[in-house]
């Protein structure tokens, strides 16, 4: 099996670097390069390793080996109708494509499946979404052709931050990416300023996901700063949309060592959440429980993961008031993180086999679901077989 040493290897000796120049280029310790490439370690902390594959150039999807396709297959959908869908050849001038354009469906139909869909990706489902998504595109986009109205097309847009979500998930930020740019594109047709904003927020979580990180911070910074809104006279939406962008600028400006900075953008977003109360808008959610998961997230950000700090700001956290079944997976992913490096390696484990139980796809999508268990297999004294067992339903070889 290829570990995660035997793609650093391929990819610095494809990159023409020696260990040294490896280890000076992402600023960590040579030994950890010799280790991981000589199968002594299997794993690195989630900050090594994003060091590591933004030195090499690469996404960190690819170093560390996460999964790209959905569990089920269906004869009219999966990933590759998904890429289809978003990278629709029709659209592209000069192209005379043989395109058969349907009747499109009623429109209320449609509009409830945009919302059906919504629900599946925040379940978890990705294979039933991935299996529907493709077709929900194609037909949204025949309806926006009979039926040009703003509401067709803010619908189209919340399709189409479905799709770069779900293409984010499952590794595929570059169609992400193309998907955000007809989200707001549509978003401009519904002349709603509120879901561009909610496009810059997805485009800065792709962003994220490629590694682009002084971009995704600039880009939610930037919109969010056009959003403000007066706290006394805005409504709710424009407060959890405004409280959105911050919270997407707060996780690349940890990534990027900015703690205080992101701290200061989580206070505000924070403000505006106990202004707002728990909102539902745009395909998302804001609520305060939302900002404070996240601050358990940028604790553990950066080159100097604070995991001592996330565990205390997860005491403020009740799981109960998180609305989203993939929102509460993820926040207790870093949870066991700060678990494990605090030394509770049985809390983490029983944290990571508590998210498998409730979110057993997802978790397979989670690179730092994934590094943890490396993490813990490395540093196991004894032979455990719960944690091996978890690592062999990832993915993740104990005996490599």
Aim: charge should be negative.
């Amino acid at each position: 099996m290829t570990t995660i040493g035997d793609r650093v290897r391929s990819l610095r000796e494809f990159r023409d670097l020696t260990q040294e120049q490896l280890a000076e280029r992402a600023g960590v310790h040579v030994d950890t390069i010799r280790k991981l490439e000589q199968g002594v370690r299997q794993s690195a902390r989630i900050n090594t390793l994003r060091a590591l594959a933004r030195a090499l150039d690469a996404q960190l999807e690819r170093l560390v080996g996460q999964p790209t396709v959905t569990q089920q297959l269906t004869d009219d959908g999966g990933l590759l109708a998904l890429r289809d869908a978003i990278q629709d050849i029709g659209v592209i001038p000069g192209v005379l494509a043989d395109l058969d354009l349907e009747d499109p469906p009623d429109e209320q139909a449609w509009t409830d499946s945009v919302r059906d869909a919504t629900a599946l990706y925040w379940q978890g489902d990705y294979s039933r979404l991935s299996g529907t998504l493709p077709l929900l595109l194609r037909d949204g986009r025949a309806v926006a052709r009979e039926a040009p109205t703003e509401r067709v097309w803010s619908q189209l847009a919340l399709a189409y931050q479905l799709a770069a979500c779900l293409a984010t998930q499952a590794g595929h930020p570059d169609w992400a990416y193309t998907a955000v740019e007809k989200q707001l594109a549509a978003a401009a047709r519904a002349s709603d300023p509120l879901m561009e904003g909610m496009g810059v927020s997805t485009l800065s979580w792709v962003l994220l996901r490629q590694g682009r990180w002084e971009q995704a911070q600039d880009i939610a910074e930037r919109k969010a700063d056009a959003l403000e809104p007066s706290f006394r006279k805005s409504t709710p939406n424009q407060l959890a949309v405004y409280g959105n962008l911050l919270v997407a600028a707060a996780t690349p400006a940890a990534r990027r060592d900015r703690h205080d900075d992101a701290v200061q953008m989580l206070i505000t977003a924070e403000a505006a959440a106990i202004r707002s109360g728990p909102v539902r808008a745009y395909g998302t959610a804001f609520s305060l429980v939302d900002v404070r998961t996240q601050k358990v997230n940028i604790a553990l950000a950066g080159s100097d993961g604070r995991p001592d700090e996330a565990l205390r700001f997860s005491g403020d956290v009740n799981l109960d008031e998180i609305s989203r079944p993939v929102h509460s997976a993820a926040y207790r992913v870093d949870v066991a993180q700060a678990q494990y490096q605090t030394g509770d390696s049985d809390g983490a484990l029983a944290t990571l086999l508590e998210v498998e139980t409730e979110q057993p796809e997802w978790i397979r999508f989670q690179a730092l679901a994934t590094s943890t268990v490396r993490e813990m297999l490395d540093t196991e004294r004894r032979r455990n077989t719960p944690l091996r067992s978890l690592a062999a339903r990832l993915g993740v070889d104990p005996a490599a």
